[in-house]
């Protein structure tokens, strides 16, 4: 079995593949920051915060490709949040699987290395259990190579001090340059940083990468509307041809970032 996983009876009657799909939220004290008082919640209520709108949208989101007959028998959805460590949030798992979000944990940090490490660690434990769950006799089964939402509003921050790019950017090249091939879309909240998105990103080469700020919209609509363009992302790559390195569609509210001097 290759990182991206096959399994081939003998004399196999069809071929399939299957999709991993990983929704990453930043987690860290800034997401917590209820939109109406700017206060930081500490009652475990996530609320009226941006942490709340996607954990509710993320699961509405679920229920909603549940429906399309296609996207749910061919995908497995992970949801992770991160802060100073990653939380598996929903373990990957295919749509017909309940569509519950735990509640993320408290954290001071928005540890890009840790996370990004994890998912290079965690991605061959999820092939396996996905192969294993999707596994018929009459079929071969391969998965594609993996799509990452990574949603966050700020920068890559740890031990109480901004993160150097050596020390989370190796991570990222191997889960995107690597045996893994991820397609990593970083979407920016306001104030996240631009260059950082564009560094997380991937994208068909030589044109934009897939990362993308916010420009000023309403919170509640263009969390709505991030939501949306990942669905309509999801969907785009299971039923049609663009299972390569797809360039999304930007959300109403956002612009494409770019890396200035990168590009």
Do not use: C
């Not at 928005?110 to 991605?123: C, E, G, I, N, P």
């Not at 769950?133 to 740890?158: K, L, M, N, Q, S």
């Not at 990222?172 to 970083?186: E, K, M, P, S, T």
């Amino acid at each position: 079995m290759t990182l991206h996983g096959r399994y081939a009876p003998d004399s196999p009657a069809a071929v399939r593949r299957y999709y991993l799909v990983y929704l990453v939220l930043d987690a860290s004290p800034s997401m917590r920051v209820d939109l109406g008082t700017g206060e930081v919640e500490r009652s475990g209520d996530l609320g009226n915060t941006y942490l709340g709108q996607f954990t509710r949208l993320i699961s509405r989101m679920l229920r909603e490709l549940s429906d399309n007959p296609v996207v749910n028998s061919l995908t497995s959805v992970g949801v992770l949040a991160f802060h100073q460590r990653p939380q598996i949030l929903r373990p990957m798992s295919d749509l017909a699987r309940p569509q519950v979000i735990g509640m993320p944990d408290r954290g001071p940090y928005t540890d890009y290395a840790s996370v990004l490490r994890f998912l290079v660690a965690q991605y061959p434990r999820d092939v396996r259990a996905v192969l294993t769950e999707r596994h018929r006799p009459d079929e071969e089964i391969t998965t594609a190579r993996p799509w990452v939402f990574f949603i966050t509003d700020g920068r890559p921050y740890a031990q109480g001090r901004p993160q150097r790019d050596d020390e989370w950017l190796p991570h990222r090249n191997a889960l995107v340059d690597g045996d893994i091939g991820a397609r990593i879309v970083a979407i920016g909240l306001p104030n996240a940083n631009e260059q950082a998105l564009w560094k997380v990103a991937s994208g068909p080469p030589g044109r934009p990468r897939n990362a993308l700020i916010a420009d000023g919209a309403d919170s509640s609509s263009l969390a709505a509307s991030i939501v949306a363009a990942i669905k309509r992302s999801i969907t785009a790559s299971v039923t049609s041809a663009a299972s390569g390195n797809l360039l999304i569609d930007v959300p109403r509210g956002m612009r494409r970032a770019t890396g200035n001097s990168h590009e």
